[in-house]
């Protein structure tokens, strides 16, 4: 047997160039020490997207006048979730993953920090508290097919008037789930069709400059309906 490319625990060629979501996480971060670069040490390309994202990130967060429980939905590693803590004094950070293997090297980094284990595209998937914002950090093509639950999940997790972001990187390319989400606009229209009552939006961001490895959206929404 064929030892697997990184891309291919998470996507599959299959007929006609297509891809098709295979979803291995675990698999692919015992395979792979720093899966997509998110370190952001190793790779100067992707160290500036991190960078340029991350940042905005944040920023946003600081003009949102409640933030003081923040939950990061795919937080992977948790290098994302600690940038943010360390620029959001005052805010309480906790992190969900569907990967148990992620969370265990999270944990051994960042031990002062919460990480729990989800799906947040489960219907199954339990809010045991709320806070006062979420995010979905880098997750859209990986939940993409249970996108509308995963939003409704996003809504529960969320106590009334608080805010829920989608920061997400754009391909220049894109090769999977045009029919659900065609890019940034798509991702804002998708957010239009199924959950105007659910959301209210409050921010658009998009840099497709050409200066970034990838292109960088971002989402900002305030939940409507208790």
């Not at 994202?53 to 923040?70: F, P, Y």
């Not at 969900?96 to 960042?110: G, H, M, N, P, Y």
Request: aromatic share 12%; hydrophobic share 40%.
């Amino acid at each position: 047997m064929t030892k697997k490319a990184k891309d291919e625990f998470i996507f599959e060629e299959v007929r006609d160039g297509k891809l098709q979501f295979v979803g291995d996480f675990d698999g692919l971060y015992a395979s792979d020490i720093d899966p997509w670069e998110q370190s952001a040490n190793s790779d100067l390309n992707y160290k500036k997207y991190y960078g340029f994202s991350r940042a905005r990130l944040a920023r946003v967060i600081k003009s949102i006048e409640n933030r003081e429980t923040v939950l990061e939905i795919g937080c992977g590693m948790g290098f994302a979730l600690n940038f943010l803590a360390d620029n959001l004094p005052g805010s309480s950070l906790s992190g969900v993953d569907i990967s148990t293997i992620a969370l265990e090297q999270a944990r051994k980094k960042f031990p002062k920090h919460n990480f729990m284990v989800g799906d947040i595209g489960s219907s199954k998937f339990v809010a045991e508290q709320k806070y006062d914002l979420v995010i979905f950090n880098q997750i859209l093509w990986y939940i993409l097919e249970n996108l509308e639950t995963a939003v409704f999940n996003a809504h529960k997790l969320l106590r009334p008037g608080g805010h829920f972001l989608i920061c997400n990187a754009y391909l220049k390319e894109q090769r999977y789930g045009v029919d659900i989400v065609d890019g940034f606009n798509g991702c804002q229209e998708f957010m239009e069709i199924h959950h105007e009552q659910l959301f209210s939006l409050t921010d658009s961001q998009f840099d497709n400059s050409g200066d970034l490895v990838l292109n960088d959206g971002l989402l900002v929404y305030q939940k409507l309906i208790p």
